[in-house]
């Protein structure tokens, strides 16, 4: 079945970086549009950052912008490159993706695909 892999969590002290892959299982995955969400505990899931499938366009959360940059690279693999890192950055960080377009980026449900998530903390 087709899946989506998030990798490159972990433990960051505020100010350092780090940097998420998703990688996708089929190759179709290189003609969606994919974002990244996240979710803290007791809060809801919330918009970071979304590409386009040709890395044309991308669009971000407002928490995040200046701080979080989104690509995509020939391997058909989509990054998030977190610089400043905060404390309040500190989430469960999902790999999503559509096959269709929508004029909103930010709404969870109109993602068709996901993965399982990967642990980002932040400590001050």
């Known amino acids: 079945q087709v899946q989506l892999v998030e990798s490159g969590g972990g433990l960051v002290q505020a100010g350092g970086s780090l940097r998420l892959s998703c990688a996708a299982s089929?190759?179709?995955?290189?003609?969606?549009?994919m974002a990244w969400f996240r979710q803290a505990p007791g809060k809801e899931r919330e918009f970071v950052s979304a590409?386009?499938?040709?890395?044309?366009?991308t669009n971000y959360g407002n928490t995040v912008k200046g701080r979080f940059t989104t690509s995509r690279d020939n391997a058909k693999r989509m990054y998030l490159q977190m610089n400043s890192l905060k404390p309040e950055d500190t989430a469960v960080y999902y790999c999503?993706?559509?096959?269709?377009?929508?004029?909103?980026?930010?709404?969870?449900?109109?993602?068709?695909?996901w993965g399982q998530g990967t642990q980002v903390t932040v400590s001050s």
């Open positions: 590409i386009t499938g040709r890395g044309g366009t």
């Open positions: 089929a190759r179709t995955f290189s003609e969606y549009i």
């Open positions: 999503a993706a559509r096959a269709y377009y929508y004029n909103n980026y930010e709404r969870p449900e109109l993602y068709q695909y």
